[in-house]
């Protein structure tokens, strides 16, 4: 099966430090997103990109957070710095948009803590 | 805008009994419903879809059906396994002349189900 492929899978870091989290999406997918999953806020949208480029990144704190897809086989997703509030799982996931998609594809998770 | 309402969770059920858990939908259109399962530690797998009205989807022994005219996408099994136990989403994609490619999830229902 073809599977979105996020790395790392664990990070613990101190404050401060900057993070950069990766995502390789399922070959051929021109659609790809950033979710955060808390237990008190659930799943959020912090930014996608349909064809690499950026079409919404309103649910990302413009300040510290930051996502590019600097080419069709990767997608980061970079805090710096990074603050013990951003601690989650951060999700990528790929898909074909258009307008009934067959589902999206998530990968595992990178798992942030920032202590 | 579109929104997806689950259920409150936790959902606690003894193996074999009969599972149903209520999502409704506000969206604009004839949208695309979803439902989403994560097992522990893992992201969201694609559990079932229906694209249409009346479409029902299926799978592993869950079923869910688009019923438009209560706006509703409820998801149910009839005998549970130890082996749901997860958490579910229900989400939303809106029709395809909305110009928008992301899904809208509910907040999840976490079920457990107990020997």
């Known amino acids: 099966d073809a599977r979105v492929t996020q790395t790392p899978r664990d990070k613990v870091t101190e404050m401060g430090q900057e993070v950069t989290m990766r995502c390789q999406p399922i070959?051929?997918?021109?659609?790809v997103f950033w979710y955060r999953q808390t237990m008190m806020q659930g799943l959020e949208l912090l930014a996608y990109f349909r064809n690499r480029a950026p079409l919404d990144d309103s649910g990302m704190p413009k300040d510290r957070f930051s996502a590019e897809m600097p080419d069709a086989t990767l997608a980061t997703l970079k805090i710096q710095p990074s603050e013990p509030r951003d601690s989650a799982v951060y999700f990528c996931?790929?898909?074909?948009?258009?307008?009934?998609?067959?589902?999206?594809?998530f990968g595992s998770g990178t798992r942030l803590t920032v202590v | 805008g579109n929104s997806v309402t689950q259920m409150e969770g936790p959902v606690t059920l003894s193996e074999e009994a009969f599972l149903t858990i209520n999502c409704t939908y506000t969206a604009t259109g004839y949208p695309s419903l979803f439902w989403y399962v994560q097992y522990p530690g893992e992201g969201l797998q694609l559990l079932l879809k229906?694209?249409?009205?009346?479409d029902k989807g299926s799978n592993k022994g869950f079923e869910a059906t688009y019923r438009k005219e209560t706006t509703s996408f409820h998801l149910e099994k009839g005998s549970v396994q130890v082996s749901d136990s997860a958490v579910y989403f229900c989400a939303l994609f809106p029709y395809s002349g909305a110009g928008s490619y992301q899904l809208t999830f509910g907040k999840g229902t976490k079920l457990s189900v107990i020997p």
């Open positions: 229906a694209t249409k009205a009346d």
């Open positions: 070959l051929g997918h021109n659609t």
């Open positions: 996931a790929s898909g074909l948009g258009g307008g009934s998609p067959y589902g999206y594809t």
